[in-house]
């Protein structure tokens, strides 16, 4: 699976964005799909994750309420709707795939994204 992440860019604190996740090679449908990000000097943090139908999500709590997690397999694409940014979600963000359960721990999926910077400003 190749996966290539897009959609971010500069936003106020307070503003919206999508990121997505387009992905192509074996079936999209039978991967879980997750968002990890990474700030400057930190480690690569989980964000949220969906299961293959999409009947099951997982947040973390920095972003529960907030960010909504969704896939539309017809597409082979996994959507990340971020809203009421905050300047402490400025990071480079990743999607990832694999074919196991959902999971918050990057070590578990298989392939990953190139990223995609979303930048808040304050």
């Known amino acids: 699976v190749q996966l290539q992440a897009s959609g971010g860019g500069l936003v106020q604190a307070g503003g919206s964005l999508r990121l997505s996740c387009a992905a192509s090679?074996?079936?999209?449908?039978?991967?879980?799909m997750g968002w990890f990000r990474q700030a400057p000097g930190k480690e690569r943090e989980f964000v949220a994750a969906i299961s293959w139908s999409g009947s099951s999500t997982s947040y973390a709590n920095s972003v529960k309420g907030r960010f909504t997690i969704s896939r539309d397999n017809a597409k082979s694409t996994a959507y990340l709707q971020m809203n009421s940014l905050k300047p402490e979600d400025t990071a480079v963000y990743y999607c990832a795939a694999d074919p196991g359960g959902i999971t918050g721990i990057p070590n578990e999926y298989k392939y990953w994204g190139q990223g995609t910077q979303v930048t808040v400003s304050s």
């Open positions: 090679g074996r079936t999209f449908s039978s991967y879980v």
